[in-house]
């Protein structure tokens, strides 16, 4: 089996199981349909399937600003099975024609931290298409944040998640140091 190294922890890829290649990648313009297609789908999940249309158009521009600090990260599949027709590319990104689709998404904020010059990065939204759990894919985006993380100098990427998110805790339990904290708000608006 093959090993990888994700901060201190190792991993194993998962057994192969009829898997096509993902690319993971920072989203670009012309992702905008697949990315979209794949936001409502985590959007509905977490009880907003209303979001403004004015919302979801704000919150894409911010993503392929290069001046602010929200990125987005996708996985894109790359099927082997040739070329799709018309009616299989809804949801796919950039390069459709050629077999692959938005199958995962990362928001992340870049921001200052008080304990150090080095900037940290907030994962805020992180979702994989139900269909296609299980295949590796969540930690393959991990892994690319963190090597984006190691590249470009960043602090810490961290994240939250919703005590109830037992399957999203057994990933993240395999590849982050889980953080003994209790989170509170105030909603403003």
């Not at 907030?122 to 963190?146: C, N, T």
Request: with cysteine; proline share 3%.
């Amino acid at each position: 089996m093959a090993h990888c190294q994700i901060m201190h922890r190792e991993w194993c890829e998962p057994p192969i199981r009829n898997r096509t290649m993902v690319e993971i990648k920072q989203a670009r313009a012309a992702d905008r349909a697949g990315w979209e297609a794949l936001w409502r789908e985590n959007i509905a999940n977490f009880g907003a399937p209303d979001m403004g249309d004015d919302v979801i158009n704000t919150l894409w521009q911010r993503i392929v600003d290069p001046n602010h600090p929200m990125q987005a990260w996708l996985a894109v599949e790359n099927g082997a099975d040739g070329v799709m027709d018309d009616s299989q590319t809804e949801g796919y990104g950039e390069g459709s024609k050629e077999s692959s689709r938005i199958v995962g998404l990362a928001h992340i904020i870049l921001h200052p931290h008080t304990f150090s010059v080095r900037n940290v990065a907030y994962l805020e939204d992180f979702w994989v298409s139900d269909d296609q759990r299980g295949k590796g894919i969540g930690r393959k985006m991990i892994a690319a944040l963190v090597d984006a993380a190691k590249q470009q100098d960043w602090g810490r990427l961290y994240w939250l998640t919703a005590n109830d998110n037992v399957a999203a805790q057994r990933l993240y339990d395999r590849l982050a140091d889980r953080v003994d904290a209790v989170l509170y708000r105030i909603d403003t608006a």
